[in-house]
């Protein structure tokens, strides 16, 4: 078992910056995938951004450029680096770890959410 505690969200003007964190514990977390995926109302929960254990990093194409991923494994904690927010940024954001990035949207372990909302 994995678990998964974010924080970080809030309320930003457009253009403002946010930082995410996401702590986790159990067995393994180490060593596993980390992401980010994010939900906003009435829309499919979508992929963000995710780091390897070994820290390659992959983004959708809506946030290359603004967003940046990062984490520590001694301290079991990935951030997500939220610049130049835009009003479709708003969500709730959600981290994941998955033994690989391959299985992060089908075998994940999944934190509580944090509300992220950009006022324009």
């Known amino acids: 078992q994995v678990q998964l505690v974010e924080s970080g969200g809030g309320l930003v003007q457009a253009g403002g910056s946010l930082r995410l964190s996401c702590a986790a514990s159990?067995?393994?977390?180490?060593?596993?995938?980390m992401g980010w995926f994010r939900q906003a109302p009435g829309k499919d929960r979508e992929f963000v951004a995710a780091i390897s254990s070994g820290r390659f990093t992959y983004y959708a194409d809506s946030v290359k450029g603004r967003f940046t991923i990062s984490r520590d494994n001694a301290k079991n904690t990935v951030w997500l680096q939220m610049n130049s927010l835009e009003p479709d940024d708003t969500a709730v954001y959600y981290c994941?770890?998955?033994?690989?990035?391959?299985?992060?949207?089908?075998?994940?372990?999944w934190g509580q959410g944090t509300q992220v909302t950009v006022s324009s």
């Open positions: 159990g067995r393994t977390s180490s060593t596993y995938a």
């Open positions: 994941a770890a998955a033994p690989s990035i391959a299985t992060l949207t089908t075998g994940a372990y």
